[in-house]
């Protein structure tokens, strides 16, 4: 009789034992599927910034050759400049013959729409570079492009947000500067990239004018 009361202690002991077990077995299970989800999710982030990034290349690419077709581009190098906030006017330029402000308004305008259209609350900004800021119009060369989209980092700390700028310039030190001279800064709460094109120009040079004489000028 003994005995048999003593077995049945031990099974409901066994049982315990088998409760606490399998309770640990979840939480172990749960917290490796909570990494792996984690993991996932960083990896999806990264690979969303990374497509963001290239389609903001591809959307400055967009520009350069609009840059490239119009001849009188050079010329109208200052109408290109444009804030974060402006919204150039789209003017009737495909119907009706355009001068090269004119011209240089209405790329301006239809490629701003695409970056809007591309990239998550995308804006940009085109600004003269600073080591041309003190030049006249005729005497520059580039413009500075930066593009600034929706950030969707979970990491917002300044260490993690400086290793992914793409506005900033990393010296041999491991130091990090301002890429666009202080002259525009990334808007907060947005991931930027910054890149720099060089104008080009089908004029011809008129020394006694000091200019250019362009196409449909």
Known sequence: MKSNKQSAVNLRQQRGMTLIESVVAIVVAALGILGVVGTQVRTLADTQTTVRRAQAIRLIEDLSERMRINPSALAAIDTYVTAFADEPTVVACPSVGCNKNQQATYDLAVWKQNVRNTLPLGKVAVFVPQAETGLVADQRRQ????????????????????????????????SLSDGAGGVVSCPVNHTCHLQYLPVPTRCAAYQPLNGHVCPGE
């Open 143 to 174: 413009l500075g492009v930066m593009i600034a989209w929706r950030e969707n980092e979970r990491d917002s700390s300044s260490a993690y947000k400086d290793q992914i700028d793409a506005t900033k310039e990393r010296a041999a030190d491991g």
